[in-house]
């Protein structure tokens, strides 16, 4: 008797053992439950980043994020809050587009718990910018002496290193571009999204 009969022996008489079971075989079976398969859980991570002046960091003229490098995993979602104790404005031109919120879940950011979709102008401090992401959070001038919060979740759909960049002119020189802008740790830094 090869394997293949045994098999379809043992289905006829699972078959005929339900079809002459007491008339309640119908409603076994449909009591029976399929096999699902389910998705993994959506993943959602809290990173938060600070913005210190050059002043709190002994380094005048060089504010800086820290950290300026974090990972998360692919297919995340992230909330990221960043503080910023940076009471000096980097205005930007009245038409840049790093004055708008871009790349959220939601399509806004949280100032301080207030939903805005743009700062302005003449406000900016500096900006969270991941053109890998389309991700632009624009951060405005804290108080003096105190600090502001921004607050804002976006997903992470691709794995890599994701260079971000402040877009505000916030470094050294007389463009300030210089200093701080172009070196890696104060107003640049990378995401590393580890592949799941
Ligand atoms: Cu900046």
């Not at 699972?14 to 079809?19: D, I, K, P, Q, S």
């Amino acid at each position: 008797m090869n394997r293949s009969f045994i098999v379809k022996s043992a289905l006829l008489s699972a078959t005929v053992f339900l079809a002459a079971g007491c008339g309640t075989a119908a409603a076994n079976g449909a009591s029976s439950t399929p096999a699902v398969s389910h998705p993994a859980a959506a993943v959602t991570v809290a990173r938060s980043m600070t913005i210190l002046t050059g002043k709190m960091d002994g380094k005048p003229g060089w504010p800086k994020y820290t950290p300026s490098v974090w990972a998360a995993p692919q297919g995340s979602t992230v909330t990221l809050t960043i503080v910023s104790h940076d009471d000096g404005t980097a205005p930007l031109p009245s038409n840049s587009p790093y004055t708008k919120v871009s790349g959220t879940v939601t399509g806004n950011e949280l100032v301080d718990g207030k939903a805005v979709t743009t700062v302005n102008a003449q406000d900016v401090a500096h900006t969270f910018t991941v053109p890998g992401l389309n991700l632009n959070l624009p951060i405005p001038v804290a108080p003096t002496g105190g600090t502001v919060t921004v607050k804002a979740t976006f997903k992470l759909p691709k794995s890599g290193t994701f260079d971000w960049q402040c877009e505000a002119p916030c470094g050294t020189g007389s463009t300030g571009w210089g200093g701080p802008m172009i070196t890696p740790g104060f107003m640049e830094g990378s995401i590393n999204i580890t592949a799941q």
